[in-house]
């Protein structure tokens, strides 16, 4: 593991578990990002690899919603990370830029939307005291930490 593998792997453990939310958000928007640049350098191999990353990250998230707790707000996230799944699917297999940026787009709606939940900012504090209705298991990020690779 490189010095910089080791860094992140450091700051995710450390991270709260709101924080580690925006990371993977953070990380999935990255690595699509990527696929495209990968599709227009016609590096095959490389952009499958960054989208699967990305659906792992999307898959985790998926997995870490609470459907009771988290209510509508965590029905209709199940919904929009299936379909993401999909578009991802169809983008690795046409190598389609179009629905990797539909992907990149709705990841950053999403962060965009779980970052203000959290009342993030340059000197706000990640809290979700007082905050009902959270979509995500807050204990789902401690136990499922290690079981993604990306």
């Not at 792992?56 to 998230?61: A, H, Q, T």
């Not at 962060?111 to 905050?131: L, Q, Y």
């Amino acid at each position: 593991m490189n010095t910089f593998a080791q860094y992140r792997e450091s700051e995710m453990s450390s991270a709260s578990p709101e924080k580690t939310v925006l990371m993977l958000f953070d990380g999935g928007i990255r690595f699509l990002k990527k696929a495209v640049s990968e599709v227009a350098e016609n590096n095959i191999p490389e952009k499958a690899i960054l989208i699967e990353k990305t659906a792992k990250i999307i898959e985790y998230l998926q997995s870490c919603l609470d459907l009771e707790k988290g209510g509508e707000i965590a029905e209709n996230l199940e919904r929009l990370y299936h379909y993401m799944l999909i578009r991802l699917t169809e983008a690795n297999l046409r190598n389609d830029v179009a629905k990797m940026e539909q992907v990149i787009e709705l990841l950053s709606t999403v962060r965009e939307g779980w970052s203000g939940i959290c009342n993030t900012g340059p000197s706000a504090s990640v809290s979700t005291a007082g905050h009902q209705g959270q979509p995500y298991a807050a204990g789902a990020q401690q136990t499922k930490k290690l079981a993604i690779k990306v």
